[in-house]
């Protein structure tokens, strides 16, 4: 399975950008995605996730009300809209898969839930 992220890139604080991430695989046989960023000297931090059947959504604190996961099955496309960005949601971000038994609620959020990655996109927001 391969993910390929894109959509990143720089923006002032108050933007929006839309960043894409594409499966090799059919989503028919994944249960989840999700979005996770990380900072350099930092550990990678969830972001979003979302069931691939059913489509309920989760967010971290920090992006509720401003980001909105969302899918796309025809395409096996995975998506992140992400509206009024500040300088701190500046890091590379990355998608994942779970391929498998559907993780369960307190799962969708644990970077281990996960079992394929895509190489990150950058995004950086500027002051």
């Known amino acids: 399975v391969q993910l390929q992220a894109s959509g990143g890139g720089l923006v002032q604080a108050g933007g929006s950008l839309r960043l894409s991430c594409s499966a090799s695989?059919?989503?028919?046989?994944?249960?989840?995605m999700g979005w996770f960023r990380q900072v350099p000297g930092k550990e990678r931090e969830f972001v979003a996730a979302?069931?691939?059947?059913?489509?309920?959504?989760y967010y971290a604190d920090s992006v509720k009300g401003r980001f909105t996961i969302s899918r796309d099955n025809i395409k096996s496309t995975l998506y992140l809209q992400m509206n009024s960005l500040k300088p701190e949601d500046t890091a590379v971000y990355y998608c994942?898969?779970?391929?498998?038994?559907?993780?369960?609620?307190?799962?969708?959020?644990?970077?281990?839930?996960?079992?394929?990655w895509g190489q990150g996109t950058l995004v950086t927001v500027s002051s």
């Open positions: 994942a898969a779970k391929y498998g038994p559907r993780p369960i609620t307190s799962a969708m959020s644990a970077r281990t839930s996960y079992n394929y």
């Open positions: 979302i069931r691939w059947s059913g489509g309920t959504t």
């Open positions: 695989e059919r989503t028919f046989s994944n249960s989840a």
